[in-house]
């Protein structure tokens, strides 16, 4: 089972970006399906976007246009670029490979 961490979350302000990343501590490369989902308080858990082992993407219909999610199979690492943030976008962000959940990084939109 592998062990995911994300970094890059922080604090911006409304249309600034921020990039997530998702260090894997085994290679990535036979993983199918990865992903990143968030969370607010109260609220359930929900998809941002995925990406399969060859490169096929698929984003919920708020983040489309606006975010990008990649992975590099060589260094272990899935990505998610976040541009155009909007207040909305605030929330802890997960990784996610199946089976296994990073800790969250905290996303802050100001407006």
């Known amino acids: 089972q592998v062990q995911l961490v994300e970094s890059g979350g922080g604090l911006v302000q409304a249309g600034g970006s921020l990039r997530l990343s998702c260090a894997v501590s085994?290679?990535?490369?036979?993983?199918?399906?990865m992903g990143w989902y968030r969370q607010v308080p109260g609220k359930q858990r929900e998809l941002v976007a995925t990406?399969?082992?060859?490169?096929?993407?698929r984003y919920a219909d708020a983040v489309k246009g606006r975010f990008t999610i990649s992975r590099d199979n060589v260094k272990n690492t899935m990505y998610l670029q976040m541009n155009s943030l909007k207040s909305e976008d605030t929330a802890v962000y997960y990784c996610?490979?199946?089976?296994?959940w990073g800790q969250g990084t905290q996303v802050t939109v100001s407006s």
């Open positions: 085994g290679s990535i490369f036979s993983i199918n399906v």
């Open positions: 996610y490979a199946t089976p296994s």
């Open positions: 990406i399969s082992r060859v490169g096929n993407t």
